[in-house]
């Protein structure tokens, strides 16, 4: 199973839900767009909070320096982003993690968006957090991704329960709720496995 951890914007808590997921499937991971924090990379981070032995834990195929939207930070390191040059890792198990950056129609260049990254044999998971807006760009994204054809395997709420929030996009949209991450003082291996112990379930039934 292969599946592509999206959120309805930046910050939303995309890389905590990929690092539980991986370690409830004990998943490879792969990020193919870094834009900045190239010394503490998503990839990096999401090794450290996963402690399983199985994950392996993928390149980069673009690790561009400047925090910024991935077509604005490869023209900043003069170069252009070129799909065809991101090509899936050969992974180690059955399971693959795909992190993308930012939302589904986030630019990597100027034909290409961040939801042209999702091949046909991906899963997409969407990460929802509570903000004034969520549900609007919630929506809007699931709407994106089922235009597309693209099978969405369910949603992920971040931060503390909105329960009139959560039931109004899961009502509309009918896709399947895997998990919520709560507003967790701290982030580590032990939270994460926490997590995945309670995600794995409805994960396995993907």
């Not at 070129?82 to 992190?99: A, G, M, Q």
């Not at 046909?120 to 994204?141: C, E, F, M, Q, W």
């Not at 994106?144 to 329960?163: C, H, P, T, Y």
Request: glycine fraction near 6%; proline fraction near 4%; charge should be negative.
């Amino acid at each position: 199973m292969k599946l592509f951890i999206t959120g309805i914007s930046t910050d939303v808590g995309k890389t905590i839900a990929a690092a539980i997921i991986t370690e409830a499937l004990e998943a490879d991971y792969w990020k193919p767009v870094q834009a900045g924090d190239l010394e503490n990379s998503d990839t990096h981070k999401v090794r450290a909070y996963v402690s399983n032995a199985k994950s392996v834990f993928h390149p980069n195929s673009y690790a561009l320096h400047t925090p910024a939207s991935p077509h604005l930070a490869a023209a900043l390191d003069q170069i252009r982003i070129d799909l065809n040059e991101i090509k899936e890792p050969k992974i180690t198990n059955e399971h693959l993690v795909i992190e993308g950056a930012g939302g589904i129609f986030v630019p990597l260049n100027d034909t290409d968006m961040v939801v042209d990254l999702i091949q046909p044999d991906y899963k997409a998971v969407v990460v929802s957090r509570h903000y004034l807006g969520s549900i609007n760009h919630t929506l809007l994204t699931i709407e994106a991704l089922q235009n597309r054809k693209i099978e969405i395997a369910g949603i992920v709420f971040s931060g503390d329960e909105n329960a009139a929030t959560e039931s109004i996009i899961l009502n509309k949209t009918g896709v399947r709720f895997i998990g919520r991450i709560e507003q967790e003082p701290y982030f580590d291996a032990n939270v994460i496995k926490e997590y995945a112990e309670c995600f794995r379930e409805v994960l396995l039934k993907l």
